[in-house]
């Protein structure tokens, strides 16, 4: 493959600060961004295959181009790369975003800086800074000064600011690298001091700062790398002005070659959030965890009801299209903007904000702890829960053309009342104790009567059916059942035999809107890895996680979906889920710290 190819694979690095992300191909080619934050207009969109205008990226084209390396620097969210030539010339780029602490706040602006410098030889290169505008369908208008260049994007004006002089730049001529260049992209403001001076202080600073960060996790004995590299993703996908965790960077990489299961996952679905304070929990990562509680606590409505996702500046109208200026990954699309299924009855929904925001009664690190008032706000979500949990909807895979009393959503909705009878218990409210509890218990009875099948023995996927779904591995983890129940077991017995294909899981197997599933769903596999745990099907659990650890990419990043034969990443990336996946499987699985000793 060329270095400016569009890429084959997912084989993709995670660059950003909370404001905006990048993504950086093998070849130090950055594929996608969006401006001003994750769901903006991707500025760098070669990742989408723009149909009317070259670029849509950000390029180091190394001439007699003949390998290259990449690696994050540990610990950090900054990247490097190393490209060779067939003369022996080496250049390395560091690509990141700064973030630092600085005057009791944090600094992040939307801004991305690239670093390179000459390793051996003499490298020759080419600087291709080609960003589009409207989802590739506007090549923005250009200025320049005497050390940048002006890129007319349409409410945002992007500015980058080099040590090399401007027309190598601006007309992509070639030059030898003699010397260490740095590049500034961000907002058109004018820099106070030298490039090379900012970018080598950003440098240092954002370097400890992730060090910092990852100093204070609290990670597993084992699988030290796969844990830290997962966590500080999972904060990549936090946009700090809210607190916001989008499901994955991108928008229409679709779940299996030529599908037209395209989504836009940059945004935050209610579905993952009890995972994530989980997680998070575990890593000890309390700042970012009170962060994104204080985000749910925010589109937390007053009748109690609430959609399956948000944008990450709380919107509720994320009305989906087609972008025809992008042909998509390569070239299958359909691209899509937005997501229509915040249209859509997911009641899992209800017992994901309350399962979430429980961490807020019994953690005492947290700043402000739950008290009275904020179960009153609940409250509301749990009659939502109670009332609808026995009714059809969507489900936790956003069927959009059937609806059913899918077994999942049920529990969620019983879930939801459960945690409110221990917080009122918590919290010495009697009434409400006596209140959720019983209506807990009633709703308890009525999913197992209809969602338990005698004639198979074991769980289906929704009350009365006959079908299985992945989701049905998570009741012993909500707390529905015990471990050792013994419907439990058979239930995930007949998962594995159904839903498992090598080393992965479907979702479901039953065709849907779209045809028949084609590829695995990650989490749905670090789920099962956990249920065989609970079961006590320990050391099956332990190697099968080894094999899907083997399956990230080779900087350690996983996507929404694998393909069961080849192995292939596909899917919106890097996914939320499929990260905190591996970071609750690693915490069960790994061995005791003091077996170190």
Same mark, same amino acid.
């Given at each position: 493959?060329?270095?400016?190819?569009?890429?084959?694979?997912? $084989?993709?690095?995670?660059?950003? *600060?909370?404001?905006?992300?990048?993504?950086?191909?093998?070849?130090?080619?950055?594929?996608?961004?969006?401006?001003?934050?994750?769901?903006?207009?991707?500025?760098?969109?070669?990742?989408? @295959?723009?149909?009317?205008?070259?670029?849509?990226?950000?390029?180091?084209?190394?001439?007699?181009?003949?390998? !290259?390396?990449?690696?994050?620097?540990? *610990?950090? !969210?900054?990247?490097?790369?190393?490209?060779?030539?067939?003369?022996?010339?080496?250049?390395?780029?560091?690509?990141?975003?700064?973030?630092?602490?600085?005057?009791?706040?944090?600094?992040?602006?939307?801004?991305?800086?690239?670093?390179?410098?000459?390793?051996?030889?003499?490298?020759?290169?080419?600087?291709?800074?080609?960003?589009?505008?409207?989802?590739?369908?506007?090549?923005?208008?250009?200025?320049?000064?005497?050390?940048?260049?002006?890129?007319?994007?349409?409410? &945002?004006?992007?500015?980058?600011?080099?040590?090399?002089?401007?027309?190598?730049?601006?007309?992509?001529?070639?030059?030898?690298?003699?010397?260490?260049?740095?590049?500034?992209?961000?907002?058109?403001?004018?820099?106070?001091?030298?490039?090379?001076? +900012?970018?080598?202080?950003?440098? $240092?600073?954002?370097?400890?700062?992730?060090?910092?960060?990852?100093?204070?996790?609290?990670?597993?004995?084992?699988?030290?790398? !796969?844990?830290?590299?997962?966590?500080?993703?999972?904060?990549?996908?936090?946009?700090?002005?809210?607190?916001?965790?989008?499901?994955?960077?991108?928008?229409?990489?679709?779940?299996?070659?030529?599908?037209?299961?395209?989504?836009?996952?940059?945004?935050?679905?209610?579905?993952?959030?009890? +995972?994530?304070?989980?997680?998070?929990?575990?890593?000890?990562?309390?700042?970012?965890?009170?962060?994104?509680?204080?985000?749910?606590?925010?589109?937390?409505?007053?009748?109690?009801?609430?959609?399956?996702?948000?944008?990450?500046?709380?919107?509720?109208?994320?009305?989906?299209?087609?972008?025809?200026?992008?042909?998509?990954?390569?070239?299958?699309?359909?691209?899509?903007?937005?997501?229509?299924?915040?249209?859509?009855?997911?009641?899992?929904?209800?017992?994901?904000?309350?399962?979430?925001?429980?961490?807020?009664? &019994?953690?005492?690190?947290?700043?402000?702890?739950?008290?009275?008032?904020?179960?009153?706000?609940?409250?509301?979500?749990?009659?939502?829960?109670?009332?609808?949990?026995?009714?059809?909807?969507?489900?936790?895979?956003? &069927?959009?053309?059937?609806?059913?009393?899918?077994?999942? @959503?049920?529990?969620?909705?019983?879930?939801?009342?459960?945690?409110?009878?221990?917080?009122?218990?918590?919290?010495?409210?009697?009434?409400?104790?006596?209140?959720?509890?019983?209506?807990?218990?009633?709703?308890?009875?009525?999913?197992? !009567?209809?969602?338990? *099948?005698?004639?198979?023995?074991?769980?289906?996927?929704?009350?009365?059916?006959?079908?299985?779904?992945?989701?049905?591995?998570?009741?012993?983890?909500?707390?529905?059942?015990?471990?050792?129940?013994?419907?439990?077991?058979?239930?995930?017995?007949?998962?594995?035999?159904?839903?498992?294909?090598?080393?992965?899981?479907?979702?479901?197997?039953?065709?849907?809107?779209?045809?028949?599933?084609?590829?695995?769903?990650?989490?749905?596999?670090?789920?099962?890895?956990?249920?065989?745990?609970?079961?006590?099907?320990?050391?099956?659990?332990?190697?099968? &996680?080894?094999?899907?650890?083997?399956?990230? *990419?080779?900087?350690?990043?996983?996507?929404?979906?694998?393909?069961?034969?080849?192995?292939?990443?596909?899917?919106? +990336?890097?996914?939320?889920?499929?990260?905190?996946?591996?970071?609750?499987?690693?915490?069960?699985?790994?061995?005791?710290?003091?077996?170190?000793?």
């Amino acid at each position: 493959m060329s270095p400016t190819a569009l890429p084959s694979s997912l $084989e993709l690095g995670l660059i950003g *600060n909370c404001s905006i992300a990048a993504l950086v191909d093998q070849h130090a080619r950055i594929v996608w961004g969006c401006v001003p934050a994750f769901d903006g207009d991707p500025v760098f969109c070669g990742l989408l @295959s723009p149909r009317e205008h070259e670029g849509g990226d950000w390029s180091i084209e190394l001439e007699g181009f003949v390998s !290259a390396e990449q690696s994050y620097i540990p *610990n950090t !969210a900054m990247l490097r790369t190393v490209l060779r030539d067939a003369n022996g010339g080496a250049v390395e780029i560091v690509d990141f975003a700064p973030r630092w602490h600085q005057n009791d706040r944090f600094y992040r602006p939307v801004m991305l800086m690239r670093r390179l410098r000459p390793l051996s030889g003499t490298p020759r290169i080419r600087v291709h800074l080609r960003p589009l505008a409207e989802y590739g369908s506007v090549k923005p208008e250009t200025t320049w000064g005497s050390n940048h260049i002006r890129y007319l994007i349409p409410e &945002f004006t992007l500015r980058m600011t080099s040590d090399v002089p401007v027309r190598l730049v601006r007309d992509s001529l070639p030059f030898v690298l003699d010397r260490d260049a740095h590049f500034v992209l961000g907002p058109d403001e004018t820099l106070t001091q030298s490039v090379s001076g +900012f970018v080598r202080m950003a440098e $240092e600073q954002t370097l400890n700062y992730w060090r910092s960060w990852v100093r204070n996790l609290s990670i597993p004995l084992e699988w030290q790398e !796969a844990v830290i590299r997962s966590a500080i993703t999972l904060k990549l996908c936090q946009y700090d002005e809210t607190g916001a965790i989008v499901a994955a960077m991108t928008t229409s990489i679709p779940e299996a070659a030529n599908t037209v299961r395209n989504w836009d996952y940059r945004f935050c679905w209610l579905r993952d959030s009890a +995972f994530v304070v989980r997680a998070l929990n575990r890593l000890g990562a309390t700042r970012t965890m009170e962060e994104y509680l204080r985000y749910l606590a925010n589109i937390a409505s007053d009748d109690g009801e609430l959609q399956p996702l948000y944008g990450i500046g709380y919107e509720r109208q994320l009305a989906e299209s087609e972008v025809e200026s992008l042909a998509g990954y390569r070239g299958m699309g359909p691209v899509r903007r937005g997501n229509l299924a915040w249209l859509q009855k997911q009641h899992d929904v209800y017992g994901s904000v309350v399962l979430a925001t429980t961490q807020l009664f &019994f953690d005492t690190r947290l700043a402000r702890v739950g008290d009275a008032s904020i179960f009153a706000r609940l409250e509301p979500v749990g009659e939502a829960a109670y009332a609808l949990h026995d009714k059809p909807d969507a489900g936790l895979w956003e &069927f959009r053309g059937r609806e059913e009393v899918h077994t999942y @959503s049920s529990v969620m909705c019983w879930a939801a009342c459960d945690r409110l009878a221990r917080i009122a218990v918590h919290l010495k409210l009697a009434p409400q104790v006596q209140l959720w509890r019983q209506r807990a218990d009633e709703m308890h009875a009525r999913i197992v !009567a209809h969602a338990y *099948n005698e004639e198979l023995g074991h769980f289906v996927e929704s009350l009365d059916g006959n079908r299985l779904d992945a989701s049905l591995l998570l009741l012993a983890d909500l707390g529905f059942v015990k471990p050792d129940d013994p419907r439990f077991v058979r239930t995930v017995e007949a998962i594995g035999k159904g839903l498992k294909r090598g080393d992965a899981l479907f979702r479901y197997v039953m065709p849907d809107d779209f045809g028949a599933p084609e590829t695995s769903f990650t989490i749905c596999t670090f789920w099962y890895i956990d249920a065989l745990a609970s079961i006590g099907r320990h050391e099956e659990a332990r190697s099968l &996680f080894e094999r899907i650890l083997a399956r990230r *990419n080779h900087l350690g990043l996983l996507s929404e979906d694998l393909e069961f034969d080849g192995g292939e990443a596909w899917g919106n +990336f890097p996914q939320t889920y499929s990260h905190v996946g591996l970071i609750n499987a690693a915490m069960r699985l790994s061995r005791p710290w003091q077996d170190a000793a």
